[in-house]
C-alpha cells in the first residue's frame, strides 16, 4: 500500500501539538515542571509523535506499561520546524541518498531522526496515510526542553474515557483532537524526509 506521506496534526498560528507516552512519576513531574524533571532521562533517545491515534496504537491507549500517561505537549512551531530541518530517515531512501555511504554520514552526524509508520484508526488498524514520529537526541533534545515546549498537558484523564467509550462502541471520532495536514513548503525538507 502506498501511504500518503504528510505530518497530520492539531495545530494554530504558534503551536503544533505532539504526544508522548511515560510512566506517572515522569508525566506528574512533567505536567508540574511544564517541561522534563530528573526522572526523564537526557540520555536516551526520545521520541514525539504528532499523530494521537498512531500514539493510542503505541501505548494501547495507555494501558502498556510505562506508557499509562499520555502528555500533549504543544511545541513552538519554529522549534518543530528547526527538528524537520535536521532530521534524517532512519532508513535509507535510494531515491534520496546515493549510496548508503552519504546516508551513514547523515545518520552519525544528526541528533534528530524521522521515521514513517503506517497511521491509525480508533481500533488501532492501519489507514492509507504515514504518521511520522521524530526522535531527538543530545544537544537537540536539551535545546528542546530549554525552549521548545510552549505547555505540557497531561490526557490521561481523556484517554481512559474515550477508551472506555470505544470499547462500549460510543465513542464519537468528532470529540478527538481535529488533525490536519501541517504545512510544509520546504522542497529541501520535503525532498530529505520522502514526502
Known amino acids: 500500500m502506498e501511504y500518503i506521506k504528510e505530518v497530520f496534526a492539531q495545530y494554530d498560528r504558534q503551536c503544533i501539538r505532539v504526544y508522548q507516552a511515560y510512566n506517572p512519576v515522569i508525566a506528574k513531574e512533567a505536567v508540574a515542571l511544564q517541561t522534563f524533571g530528573e526522572s526523564f532521562n537526557i540520555n536516551r533517545m526520545t521520541w514525539i509523535k504528532p499523530?494521537?491515534?498512531?500514539?493510542?496504537?503505541?501505548?494501547?491507549?495507555?494501558?502498556?506499561k510505562n506508557q499509562e500517561c499520555i502528555l500533549a505537549l504543544d511545541v513552538h512551531m519554529e522549534k518543530f520546524n528547526e527538528l524537520l530541518r535536521k532530521a534524517v530517515l532512519t532508513s535509507p531512501d535510494s531515491m534520496?541518498?546515493?549510496?548508503?555511504?552519504?546516508?551513514?554520514?547523515?545518520?552519525?552526524?544528526?541528533?534528530?531522526?524521522?521515521?514513517?509508520?503506517p497511521d491509525r484508526?480508533?481500533?488501532?488498524?492501519?489507514?492509507?496515510?504515514?504518521?511520522?514520529?521524530?526522535?531527538?537526541?543530545?544537544?537537540?533534545?536539551?535545546?528542546?526542553?530549554?525552549?521548545?515546549?510552549?505547555?505540557?498537558?497531561?490526557?490521561?484523564?481523556?484517554?481512559?474515557?474515550?477508551?472506555?467509550?470505544r470499547k462500549q462502541g460510543k465513542l464519537n471520532s468528532k470529540n478527538l483532537p481535529v488533525e490536519r495536514i501541517y504545512p510544509i513548503k520546504d522542497n529541501e525538507i520535503r525532498k530529505r524526509l520522502d514526502m
Do not use: H
Not at 541518498?97 to 509508520?117: I, L
Open 51 to 64: 499523530s494521537f491515534l498512531w500514539m493510542m496504537y503505541r501505548s494501547n491507549w495507555g494501558t502498556k
Open 96 to 117: 534520496i541518498y546515493k549510496g548508503s555511504t552519504q546516508w551513514e554520514k547523515a545518520f552519525e552526524e544528526t541528533t534528530v531522526y524521522c521515521q514513517w509508520d
Open 121 to 165: 484508526n480508533v481500533n488501532g488498524n492501519s489507514i492509507n496515510r504515514a504518521a511520522i514520529q521524530i526522535g531527538l537526541k543530545g544537544i537537540t533534545l536539551k535545546e528542546f526542553l530549554a525552549d521548545g515546549i510552549y505547555r505540557i498537558e497531561d490526557l490521561t484523564p481523556l484517554v481512559k474515557k474515550w477508551n472506555i467509550q
